[in-house]
């Protein structure tokens, strides 16, 4: 488990902002960046299957006509998620999956350098991911705390994946929670939803799957 909002983390900056493209800015803090490449390694060399990192903050790009959205996330710290993902490259961590939360919204995405370039991610074979990322909506808590405005802009949110490829799922409108199935063979993440929050039922449904298969870094639908 990680934390992504106290320890050692540089302050977050604008979203034009020349900083963000620091080299030497930090979402982990130095300590705890050294702590999680050394466990991974330490996993892998082990022989654990599956190596999963609780967050708090989104692993995923997300940009909007060619904007960066959300600098609180580690698209503010680009470099600290390079260097991530130079790590899990180098020492051939495979099955690194992503696990978050905090955003109020359900989303399933590939993690590559720079899912932009075709050269560095194909949207169509998915070649070029390292590892995938979950994301848990809330329970209860609204994506947008505005009545009305949820529901429209979870509608207008699924247009992010024309310009996104590798977000493979974004629901903001709906609530629940995501259960993971795992086996020596894959993990299949499923995303329940409820209709409705303020009334009880029992009316959960499932909103979509997909399955990591092992050793092969990208979302499958289920």
Do not use: C
């Amino acid at each position: 488990m990680l934390d992504a909002r106290f320890i050692g983390r540089d302050q977050q900056v604008g979203i034009n902002d020349p900083a963000t493209h620091d080299p030497e800015r930090t979402l982990l803090g130095v300590e705890q960046e050294q702590w999680l490449y050394d466990n991974l390694s330490s996993a892998q060399n082990d022989g654990v299957k599956w190596k999963l990192l609780g967050q708090q903050v989104q692993m995923l790009q997300t940009k909007i006509f060619g904007n960066l959205v959300n600098t609180d996330s580690w698209d503010g710290y680009p470099a600290a998620r390079n260097r991530l993902l130079d790590h899990i490259v180098n020492h051939e961590i495979n099955n690194v999956i992503f696990l978050t939360g905090d955003v109020h919204s359900s989303w399933a995405a590939d993690i590559s350098y720079d899912p932009y370039d075709w050269n560095q991610y194909n949207p169509i074979t998915r070649n070029g991911a390292v590892a995938v990322e979950l994301v848990s909506s809330s329970v209860t808590s609204p994506s947008i705390p505005v009545p009305g405005l949820q529901q429209i802009v979870g509608d207008v949110a699924k247009v992010l994946r024309l310009e996104n490829p590798h977000i493979r799922y974004v629901d903001i409108k709906n609530r629940g929670f995501v259960t993971l199935t795992i086996t020596e063979q894959e993990a299949v993440a499923d995303w329940h939803h409820v209709p409705v929050v303020g009334v009880v039922n029992d009316n959960v449904f499932v909103d979509r799957s997909f399955k990591i298969k092992d050793g092969i870094p990208r979302l499958i639908k289920n």
